[in-house]
């Protein structure tokens, strides 16, 4: 499992909302990681660029549900972990 700071976090601008991402580097990212005590499980990736509304329908979609998201964002993807 992949542990991350808090520190790192910067906010991602998506369609009038704002979601947590962490930028990472190196090999792909983990299916699971954790930020604080808050654990997440890897749902999905999206383009960097050419995402258009899929990734804010996506995340809109998930917090609906009560899921919080959390964005690693490396090279030209997003990768979307949810909260357990």
């Keep these: ?18 979601v947590a991402r962490i930028r990472v580097h190196g090999p792909p990212p983990f299916s699971q990681t954790k930020l604080g005590e808050q654990e997440y499980r890897y ?29 690693l964002e490396r090279e030209n993807r997003f990768y979307v972990y949810l909260s357990v």
Excluded at 7 to 14: A, D, N, R, T
Excluded at 57 to 62: C, D, S
């Design 1 to 18: 499992m992949l542990e991350l700071d808090e520190l790192e976090i910067e906010p991602l601008p998506l369609d009038g909302m704002e």
């Design 43 to 71: 749902e999905r990736s999206f383009p960097v660029k050419g995402h258009g509304a899929s990734l804010p329908n996506f995340i809109r979609e998930q917090v609906a549900e009560g899921k919080t998201p959390l964005v």
